[in-house]
């Protein structure tokens, strides 16, 4: 079945640092990936959506100049989160949509934590 | 965002028993839904899916039933191991094209043994 790679899994950052999360579709190609982001004992809140060879599409309220989404090829889309700040410290989760399927494959999470 | 919930309510269910997940999805024009399980500190994985043009879905132990008159899902899980227990949430897809899911608040199922 689809895979979708997520890397890293946890990350621990200084205040004001930069951290990328790579998400990548291991056996198929995806076309549009999704950034979701997860607060404990909360569901996921998407945060954009990114389209090889386009811009990402940002929800309400999400700082585009602060999470960099970048979806250069139909495998790989990256989540940069600039200048993190603690408050930036979550749980961030990709999915991936497959050519075919009407369902997603998620990754496996990002644990940020911005010290 | 959309959907963040405030906290996640609790399912507690005996071993063997039946577990039955609730949720209300907003938008009438959602054409199609999926539930999720959760376990900690991992993604979501794909349980079961259902289309807006049915009312319900069997996979195995597994199924879903869809009230479009008033926007309600639900997943009932049958003869529920300790291995079911984690957080389950149903998405709903939007509006058709956008393939953009908007996940529900989610609900804890506790497996007691």
């Known amino acids: 079945g689809a895979v979708v790679s997520q890397h890293p899994s946890w990350v621990i950052c200084k205040s004001g640092t930069s951290v990328k999360i790579e998400c990548r579709s291991l056996d198929f190609q995806a076309t549009t990936m999704f950034w979701y982001r997860q607060f404990p004992k909360q569901s996921l809140m998407l945060m954009a959506t990114s389209n090889e060879g386009s811009k990402a599409t940002y929800e309400q309220g999400v700082e585009k100049d602060k999470f960099l989404i970048n979806h250069a090829s139909l495998t790989l889309s990256t989540l940069t989160v600039t200048s993190a700040h603690p408050e930036d410290s979550s749980f961030y989760i990709c999915?991936?949509?497959?050519?075919?399927?009407?369902?997603?494959?998620f990754g496996s999470g990002t644990r940020l934590t911005v010290v | 965002g959309e959907s963040v919930g405030l906290h996640l309510p609790t399912l507690s269910v005996q071993e063997g028993d039946n577990s039955i997940i609730n949720c209300a999805y907003s938008?009438?024009?959602?054409?199609?839904f999926i539930w999720y399980k959760q376990e900690s500190g991992k993604g979501p994985q794909f349980i079961i899916d259902?289309?807006?043009?049915?009312d319900k879905r069997q996979g195995q132990r597994v199924t879903v039933l869809l009230n479009k008159t008033v926007k309600h899902l639900s997943l009932q899980i049958a003869a529920t191991q300790p291995g079911d227990s984690a957080v389950y949430f149903c998405?709903?897809?939007?509006?058709?094209?956008?393939?953009?899911?908007?996940f529900g608040t989610g609900t804890r199922l506790k497996v007691l043994a």
């Open positions: 999915s991936a949509r497959d050519l075919q399927g009407f369902g997603y494959t």
């Open positions: 259902i289309r807006s043009n049915m």
């Open positions: 938008n009438s024009a959602s054409d199609y």
């Open positions: 998405a709903e897809r939007a509006t058709s094209g956008t393939y953009k899911y908007i």
